[in-house]
């Protein structure tokens, strides 16, 4: 059975760090990402990464500020974030592809990230 499992949010102040994780297990992928949903928006890309790593992807709002990568002796993805902002409040979740450019068949349950100003 595939699952992802996000973990790492909380409350935090403005201009501080988090690191979310999200475990895979079931199967590994070949792409994964995050993204968010802020109360009242639609749900937005926030990064995504290959398999090699070697191609990463940002939205142009934490570009600079966010950085994701992952480990496959772990079958984690990460997504380190610094500098944060109020505007940075959201559900955050992680997404798995099976398939190179071939968008997301999973989804994880979602992690709440709150940054006060």
């Known amino acids: 059975q595939v699952q992802l499992v996000e973990s790492g949010g909380g409350l935090v102040q403005a201009g501080d760090s988090l690191r979310l994780s999200c475990a895979a297990s079931?199967?590994?992928?070949?792409?994964m990402g995050w993204f968010r949903q802020a109360p009242g928006k639609e749900r937005e890309f926030v990064a995504s990464?290959?398999?090699?790593?070697?191609?990463?992807g940002y939205a142009d709002s934490v570009k600079g500020r966010f950085t994701i990568s992952r480990d496959h002796a772990r079958n984690t993805v990460y997504l380190q974030m610094n500098t944060l902002k109020p505007e940075d409040t959201a559900v955050y979740y992680c997404?798995?592809?099976?398939?190179?450019?071939?968008?997301?068949?999973?989804w994880g349950q979602g992690t709440q990230v709150t940054v006060s100003s």
């Open positions: 997404a798995a592809g099976r398939y190179a450019l071939s968008g997301y068949d999973y």
């Open positions: 079931g199967r590994s992928f070949s792409e």
């Open positions: 990464i290959n398999w090699s790593g070697s191609n990463t």
